[in-house]
């Protein structure tokens, strides 16, 4: 134990403010990085991954699992974020299928995708209760807009101009008119 007469495990250091620093011992010049590095296995033989700096600009803070497994983030002794082997992040999940999986609700201001070309999607909410749906094909804006009517009525429009298609709160559907009479 160190600053501690009772240590709960074979080292237990107690203190106040910062209790450990890890430095480059290089005052000067930064070449190498400084680590903490984790061993397991038979013999505590095998290096697991390690938290430091990764790399000699003195600049980064890497958390890397040197073995083909997953590094888990997580809260109240559960995971919550999985990163598995290659690159794949799970939020809520810890056998993503994709760059990004996320069980549960997600709530963005703004979402957008793009392939490698010049195609982008993207979902942007506009005003209170209005969204858009963008798609840009060879840098050509192509909008649907959807607009909640405070008259229980949704629409659909390009370019935020007239609603082209109307739904309303009974199911009646309006093509070019927004006061739909039937089904």
């Known amino acids: 134990g160190i600053g501690t007469t ?27 990085e400084p680590r903490i590095h984790f061993y397991g296995g038979s013999g505590g033989t095998t290096n697991l991954g390690y938290v430091g700096d990764g790399s000699s600009s003195a600049s980064n803070i890497e958390l890397i699992n040197t073995q083909a497994g997953n590094i888990n983030l997580g809260t109240d002794n559960s995971v919550d974020l999985s990163i598995i082997t290659g690159g794949n992040v799970g939020i809520g999940t810890t056998g993503p299928g994709e760059k990004l999986q996320v069980s549960g ?15 982008i999607s993207s979902v942007n909410s506009y005003t209170s209760g209005n969204a858009i749906f963008k798609s840009r094909i060879d840098g050509s804006d192509k909008y649907i807009w959807t607009t909640y009517r405070s008259n229980n009525k949704l629409g659909l429009n390009y370019g935020g101009g007239n609603d082209f298609l109307t739904i309303d709160n009974t199911g009646n559907v309006g093509i070019g008119t927004t006061g739909p009479l039937g089904k």
């Open 105 to 119: 609700n997600v709530l963005a201001t703004n979402l957008y995708a793009q392939n490698t070309g010049d195609v």
């Open 6 to 32: 009772s240590p709960g495990a074979e080292l237990h250091i107690a203190g106040a403010g910062e209790i450990i620093r890890v430095s480059d011992a290089q005052a000067a010049i930064v070449t190498s």
